[in-house]
């Protein structure tokens, strides 16, 4: 049977070196085969207290993982937010909403 767990993982603001990973565990009713991420939505921007910026460039991505055997999918997310100068130098901070579908 297909099944489906939505969720969402934050990021706060931070200033970093490139794009930020975040995890979080979605449980299934038992074990799971071939998960798959899809993303359903974002929330992003650039820190209100940083001064105004033009969007450049955003990097989001969704993957799922499952041991074998296991009812519990491990979603990790991927945000990236950069301005126009294409440095990795502003706060920025948001939240990626995912799907993850499994054979149960």
Same mark, same amino acid.
């Given at each position: /049977?297909?099944? /489906?767990? $939505?969720? @969402?993982? $934050?990021?706060?603001? +931070? %200033?970093?070196?490139?794009?930020?990973? &975040? =995890? $979080?565990?979605? =449980?299934?009713?038992?074990?799971?085969? @071939?998960?798959?991420?899809?993303?359903?939505?974002?929330?992003?921007?650039? @820190?209100?207290?940083?001064?105004?910026?033009?969007? &450049?460039?955003?990097?989001? %991505?969704? +993957?799922?993982?499952? @041991?074998?055997?296991?009812?519990?999918?491990?979603?990790?997310? /991927?945000? &990236?937010?950069?301005?126009?100068? &294409?440095?990795?130098?502003?706060?920025?901070?948001? =939240?990626?909403?995912?799907?993850?579908?499994?054979?149960?």
């Amino acid at each position: /049977m297909l099944e /489906m767990r $939505t969720g @969402s993982i $934050t990021f706060p603001r +931070d %200033k970093g070196s490139g794009p930020r990973s &975040g =995890t $979080t565990d979605v =449980t299934f009713s038992g074990p799971v085969s @071939s998960p798959a991420a899809v993303l359903t939505g974002a929330d992003y921007g650039f @820190s209100q207290e940083d001064g105004d910026h033009h969007l &450049g460039q955003v990097n989001m %991505k969704v +993957d799922a993982a499952a @041991s074998a055997g296991s009812s519990d999918v491990r979603v990790t997310a /991927m945000l &990236g937010v950069r301005d126009w100068t &294409g440095d990795w130098d502003d706060d920025y901070e948001g =939240t990626i909403y995912f799907a993850v579908l499994g054979e149960v």
